[in-house]
Each structure stands twice: as C-alpha cells, then as structure tokens.
C-alpha cells in the first residue's frame, strides 16, 4: 500500500466518522465504532419507520460497488430484479436512514474515490505515455469533417 492508499483509507474512514455522528476523538478515528454507531442507528429508525424498497441508479460500476459494499456493511441487503440495469441497486430501508446518513455518505465517499482514480489514472498516462490527461481543446467553431483520409 502506498502513502496515496493510505491517505485515501483516512479519508474514507474520516467521512465514515463523520456520518456516524461520533462525538468523542476516540469514535472519531475507529472505524468499527463508526460502523456500529450507524448500524444501531439503522436499527432503531427502522423501529419507528418501516423500511421502504428504494431503487439507485449508479453511473457506472465504480459506484455501483461502492453504494452496494456500504449497504452491507450497515447490513442491508442490496438487490435487483431480472431485467434491470446492472448498475441499478435496490434496498429496503427507512427513509430517514436514506436521507440522513447512507445517501450523504455515499456521495462524500464516491467523491473521495472518483478524486483518487482521477489523480492515479493522470499520473499513470503522464508515467507511461509521457503526456498530459488534460481535455481536448474547445474551439468557437464547428466545421462540419469528411470520413478520415478524404
């Protein structure tokens, strides 16, 4: 693992922290803790709410696995039904835990992840091709081009 893994387990463990709601500087940086804080929250919402199926649609697979593995990790069991897209994930869960706790942290985290890939993909493509990843330039005209070669 290098120091960028490192730094990015961290983060991700801080967001956690933060979701959890953990309130002395020991919660704060175990993880475990931070889990079981939300898991029990979890419990106790689902007490005075009935879970409701709830349907995500993720951009990709990066998200998809990510939305999916912090499900579980709250002990929700993430599914879809035949014929849905594979990047849709279903969950039966309060309301109040989605909006509270699960959607926010999702979100903070894919962020923290969609940074990391974005800076260890540039620095791959400057490594090996000797080249920027920067974005293709932006012109003020549109000039209707042939097939290639004409």
Do not use: C
Not at 91 to 97: I, L
Request: proline residues 5%; glycine residues 4%.
């Amino acid at each position: 693992m290098n120091f960028d893994d490192k730094a990015l387990l961290e983060k991700l463990r801080r967001i956690e922290a933060l979701h959890a709601r953990a309130t002395t500087p020991g919660e704060r940086d175990a993880a475990a803790n931070a889990m079981r804080s939300i898991q029990t929250r979890l419990r106790l919402v689902e007490k005075e709410q009935p879970p409701v199926e709830y349907k995500f649609t993720l951009g990709d697979n990066w998200s998809r696995k990510l939305f999916m593995a912090l499900a579980r990790r709250y002990g929700l069991k993430p599914y879809r039904y035949r014929g849905q897209r594979y990047t849709t994930v279903m969950v039966r869960v309060p309301k109040s835990f989605v909006d509270d706790t699960l959607w926010p942290e999702f979100v903070e985290l894919d962020r923290a992840l969609r940074d990391a890939l974005d800076r260890s993909t540039d620095g791959m493509i400057k490594q090996v091709f000797e080249q920027e990843s920067s974005e293709a330039e932006v012109r003020d005209d549109q000039r209707l081009v042939g097939p290639i070669g004409e």
